[in-house]
């Protein structure tokens, strides 16, 4: 149960992101700043911090996928920037675990890379017409805004159980 508990956790994150969030947005009812929930991403890279880098390749590259399938037209793109936030922020020195200012930090920056890398790559390929400026005012401040106070509200009690997972797997090692 353990086990299977973290994938429905993730999975709960992505159908929030793409379907229940998109009810309550404020651009539905006439706002013209944009809320990107990136509570996946928020998650991988704090699972990557205290289950290990494989942990979130793993996750990154799975729901990367998932969401180059089911959000977007072009297929990798997700796929290869979620790996690649799993690779480069999961910094589980335990300075860094001790710390939740610095992993909300991180979180922060996994967001700010995943933004600008949908963001450029949708703009070379001219699937976007939004021009920098706009981006910043409109998506890029509010995403981030959103997404720091999801990953302040998630920390505490998702640490708390990657820390019982990583117990739990130390001790079936042994």
Same mark, same amino acid.
């Given at each position: ?64 996928? /998932? ?7 072009? *297929? ?7 790996? =690649?936030?799993? $690779? !480069? +922020? ?49 998506? /890029? ?7 720091? *106070? ?7 009690? =998702?640490?708390? $159980? !990657? +820390? ?11």
């Amino acid at each position: 149960m353990n086990r299977i508990l973290l994938p429905l956790i993730m999975l709960f994150f992505f159908v929030v992101e793409g379907s229940l969030f998109q009810v309550f947005a404020p651009e539905q009812y006439g706002s013209g700043i944009l809320y990107i929930p990136r509570f996946v991403v928020v998650a991988i890279v704090i699972i990557g911090i205290f289950l290990g880098r494989t942990h979130a390749i793993i996750y990154g590259l799975i729901f990367g996928i /998932l969401y180059d399938v089911v959000y977007t037209e072009l *297929l990798g793109v997700y796929m290869f920037c979620l790996g =690649l936030i799993g $690779y !480069l +922020l999961s910094l589980s020195h335990p300075y860094v675990r001790r710390s939740y200012s610095l992993v909300v930090i991180l979180t922060l920056a996994a967001v700010l890379i995943v933004e600008y890398f949908t963001y450029g790559i949708n703009w070379m390929l001219n699937i976007t017409g939004m021009m920098h400026d706009e981006f910043l005012r409109q998506r /890029l401040l509010s995403t981030l805004g959103m997404n720091f *106070l999801f990953s302040l509200i998630l920390l505490y009690p =998702l640490r708390k $159980y !990657l +820390l019982y997972l990583k117990r739990m797997e130390e001790i079936q090692k042994h």
